[in-house]
């Protein structure tokens, strides 16, 4: 049974960088059937999807994030990585780690549990 | 971007009532329309993909339907497991979008 496990600091400072990362047990990162997402979620608010990499280390942004935001793929740790720069209060939301299928129909089909993280000074 | 609008925003309802939840896209997304349930503190679940399969796992008395911009989520016989927020979500183009969601709650 596939897994993931987000674990990062969960309070950051404004103007400070948020790095979060995504463990994958039970199956292997580095499938050309699957990319790696994160999605995060403001308190009592929506979802958002922040962006995905592929097992290549290909990276694809949402557009309103794109110029703080990095992914990256440590293939041997099984694991992959967000850094969101420059953060401020409206950064504070649960941040979750997903599976995205490459190919229709792609769906979110595993999540993490989810990690809350709070920007304050 | 693709713009996702659910309606309503909540609902209250009673064991057994027959609920629908409907999602409208802001251009075409021909049955490229994802269905989350979420429960409170607890990631998003897929309930329902491509605008009407269902999930391995997922009770059958949820379904969905639609194409283009308008699409429905039914639950048929609502359950006490069954109050918590859905979500639609268009995989049609990047960046991909949610609904704002549609909170179940009980009457």
């Known amino acids: 049974q596939l897994q993931l496990q987000e674990s990062g600091s969960g309070l950051v400072k404004p103007s400070q960088t948020l790095s979060l990362t995504c463990a994958v047990s039970?199956?292997?990162?580095?499938?050309?059937?699957?990319?790696w997402s994160w999605i995060r979620q403001p308190p009592g608010k929506g979802l958002e999807w922040i962006g995905y990499?592929?097992?290549?280390?290909?990276?694809y942004y949402n557009p309103s994030l794109k110029s703080r935001v990095t992914i990256s793929v440590d293939r041997s740790k099984n694991q992959f990585s967000l850094n969101l720069t420059s953060v401020t209060a409206a950064d504070t939301a649960v941040y979750y780690c997903?599976?995205?299928?490459?190919?229709?129909?792609?769906?979110?089909?595993?999540w993490g549990q989810g990690t809350l993280v709070t920007v304050s000074s | 971007d693709i713009q996702m609008t659910q309606s309503p925003s909540s609902l209250s309802a009673s064991v057994g009532d027959r609920v629908t939840i409907t999602c409208r896209a802001s251009?075409?997304?021909?049955?490229?329309l994802n269905w989350y349930q979420q429960k409170p503190g607890k990631a998003p679940k897929l309930l329902i993909y491509?605008?009407?399969s269902l999930q391995s796992g997922v009770p059958s008395r949820f379904s969905g339907s639609g194409s283009g911009t308008d699409f429905t989520l039914t639950i048929s016989s609502l359950q006490p497991e069954d109050f918590a927020a859905y979500y639609c979500?268009?995989?049609?183009?990047?960046?991909?979008?949610f609904g704002q969601g549609t909170k179940v709650e009980i009457k």
């Open positions: 990499i592929y097992h290549s280390g290909s990276a």
């Open positions: 979500q268009q995989s049609s183009s990047t960046p991909w979008t």
């Open positions: 251009q075409s997304i021909k049955t490229y």
């Open positions: 491509a605008a009407s």
């Open positions: 039970g199956g292997s990162i580095s499938s050309g059937s699957y990319s």
């Open positions: 997903a599976r995205i299928s490459n190919f229709w129909p792609k769906t979110f089909d595993y």
